[in-house]
Every structure is written in structure tokens, then in C-alpha cells.
């Protein structure tokens, strides 16, 4: 069983377990469509070591498969099957475009939401704030070399998507898009136009 499936089932236990006790979420939101890249280059990644990935991202047979496999819809429905369906919490009732952050309670449930792109230290003070202790976000430890060509391989995967400009269009007119990020179309579509070298 994957570990994110045992962790939601551990985590459903104890919810139904105390149903009383107050319970708190962090959750972030993410632009689904480095999302969807992100969650597509997480795949890829356990096909090998960094150099069998330097070869792979080259090769179609591998990255098409890839991308075949992902639900690209995911980004777009996730709050309302994980949040509105299964803890009566309708993250679209509160704003979270203006600050990049927002909180709401109802009933047992807390929830923090957080724009991913925040800096580390908004995102201390906020969780920090809401925890009730101190919580520092960062990255240790990392390898700058392995971290530089692991970003090399990112990029090449990332212009094996199969994405559209209508795809990129459709996106920026999503409800999740406008309610939690509030984009501008024409800057959102060039901005990834332009990373995905799209035509």
C-alpha cells in the first residue's frame, strides 16, 4: 500500500475514533499546472539513477507513458472531494488570493491554507500563529550539485508535456485559478507559453 493511502486511513481512524476532539489541517494550493509537471517528474524520477534519467527524458516511449497516466483534472476538483465532500469545509467561502494564505473553521475543523509560493518565513509566521508554536519551513541539507542537474532534468521533462495553449487557457479560466491565485489570463497563458516553448 502506498504510504499516502496508509496515512489516509490512519488519519480517517482517528477522526472517526474522537469525534469530538478539535482537529487541525494545513493544507497548500498550488498552480495545477506545476502541479500536474511536478506530480508527472515525481513518476519519472523512480525510473532511475540521475544519469538513466538524463537518457530517459529524451526518450518519448518513457515520458508519454508518464503523462498518459496522470489525471491532469486532479488540481481542479481535489479541495471539493478532500475538503467540501469528506469535512464540510468549502475552502472557496474564504479568500486566499489577497494574501496568499487564509484561514477557516467550522465546526471540529480548523484549516490553514497557504499559497505553495509563499516564502519560508510567511509561512513560519503562519504556521507558527496557527500551531501555537514555533514552526520553521526550509530545505537542509541539499546537495547543490545533485540539486543542479536534477533541475536540468526537471526543465527537459517539463517540455515533454503534452499541454496545449488551450489547455493553459482553460486553466487560467478555472474556478480554482481565479478564486485561490486570481490570475490574469493573457499574463498566465504567456508566462507558461513561453516556459513551455508552445507555439
Not at 508518464?66 to 467540501?84: A, G
Request: proline share 4%; net charge negative.
Amino acid at each position: 500500500m502506498a504510504r499516502h493511502i496508509k496515512d489516509g486511513y490512519q488519519a480517517r481512524s482517528l477522526l472517526e475514533a474522537e469525534p469530538d476532539r478539535p482537529v487541525k489541517i494545513i493544507t497548500l494550493v498550488r498552480d495545477p499546472i506545476e502541479r500536474n509537471i511536478s506530480a508527472g517528474f515525481a513518476r519519472f524520477r523512480r525510473k532511475g539513477e540521475l544519469d538513466e534519467l538524463s537518457r530517459f527524458v529524451t526518450d518519448p516511449v518513457v515520458t508519454d507513458q508518464i503523462w498518459k497516466r496522470l489525471d491532469m483534472s486532479l488540481p481542479f476538483h481535489w479541495l471539493d472531494v478532500e475538503f467540501r465532500d469528506a469535512l464540510g469545509i468549502d475552502l472557496y467561502q474564504v479568500d486566499v488570493a489577497s494574501a496568499g494564505y487564509a484561514q477557516m473553521e467550522v465546526g471540529r475543523v480548523n484549516a490553514l491554507i497557504l499559497h505553495s509560493t509563499l516564502p519560508d518565513e510567511v509561512k513560519s509566521m503562519r504556521l507558527s500563529h496557527f500551531m501555537g508554536r514555533d514552526c520553521a519551513v526550509g530545505r537542509t541539507g541539499k546537495d547543490t550539485n545533485q540539486e543542479g542537474d536534477l533541475q536540468n532534468i526537471y526543465r527537459a521533462f517539463e517540455l515533454t508535456s503534452p499541454l496545449t495553449i488551450a489547455d493553459l487557457s482553460e486553466a487560467a479560466d478555472s474556478r480554482f485559478m481565479q478564486h485561490f491565485f486570481a490570475v490574469d489570463k493573457d499574463e498566465y497563458i504567456f508566462k507558461w507559453k513561453t516556459r513551455l516553448n508552445l507555439a
